[in-house]
């Protein structure tokens, strides 16, 4: 009995720190980590001896090395402990949207398209993997169906909302005025916080980032730590549906269609 309750405890936490890391940095370090692994059985098996002895004393930095690494995670993880959050993730989200549906995707489309024409600077960051609960109680929650007007008023210049970042999970608004983590990359002289927010979450998390300039009403997209710039209503409704929806979408409708069309006018 003592053994069966000593194995379920230790299952207990391999799973909490798999939901941990998952669709952030951190999974992506456990990969690296599986392969470093797989990579020192190798060279020794293959009598590989200057590149086993080279892995071999890398091995001996790695409790420090994850430490630096995971100080996110494991600080989050803490913080967990006094929440008795014990109900695994999957029980609380089932049924629940995990991914923006074509209307939420049609009212994320106009509400950046009205502030890129009239030069509202805006950060909306959409979920696809990892949740960012964290970064989602440094602002105000709302917890709100997506609507055009609702993210136009939100970034509003006299909102007291609207210096910060939107949370999206699903098909609502989460939070509000949610500061970000800032890139260290370098990125273009012309790009401010707002570019080097985006990219920091998306370093971080597996998320999108929407970007609304306020001086030349551009559109930028984040995504895996990388900025692109998407030219048309049309290109960012084709990458929401790519990168953040279900694939199962109906065609457009005629008034969809038309809809796309004053869009493409106004950007």
């Not at 402990?81 to 029980?91: F, N, Q, S």
Request: net charge neutral.
């Amino acid at each position: 009995m003592t053994a069966l309750l000593d194995i379920l405890i230790v299952a207990f936490i391999i799973y909490r720190l798999l939901m941990m890391v998952r669709g952030s940095r951190g999974w992506r370090i456990l990969l690296g980590l599986l392969v470093f692994a797989a990579l020192m059985f190798l060279s020794d098996q293959l009598g590989l001896a200057t590149l086993y002895w080279i892995l071999e004393k890398a091995a001996l930095l790695g409790p420090v090395a994850l430490a630096i690494l995971f100080l996110p995670e494991l600080r989050q993880a803490l913080e967990g402990l006094t929440k008795l959050t014990w109900v695994p993730d999957t029980i609380i989200e089932a049924g629940h949207e995990k991914n923006l549906d074509r209307a939420s995707v049609e009212e994320v489309v106009g509400a950046v398209a009205e502030m890129a024409r009239d030069r509202v600077g805006a950060i909306i960051v959409i979920e696809t993997g990892g949740h960012l609960d964290e970064i989602a109680s440094t602002g105000v929650m709302l917890n709100a169906k997506i609507t055009t007007s609702l993210l136009g008023s939100i970034f509003y210049g006299q909102n007291p909302l609207h210096d910060g970042a939107v949370i999206v999970r699903g098909n609502n608004i989460l939070a509000a005025a949610c500061r970000l983590p800032l890139s260290e990359s370098r990125i273009e002289r012309n790009l401010h916080m707002r570019h080097r927010a985006a990219l920091g979450v998306t370093e971080q998390n597996d998320v999108i980032a929407i970007v609304v300039s306020e001086e030349k009403g551009s559109i930028r997209v984040a995504s895996e730590g990388k900025l692109q710039t998407i030219e048309s209503s049309t290109a960012l409704r084709e990458f929401l549906i790519a990168n953040s929806s279900p694939s199962e979408e109906p065609a457009p409708t005629r008034r969809t269609r038309r809809r796309e069309k004053r869009e493409e006018v106004q950007l």
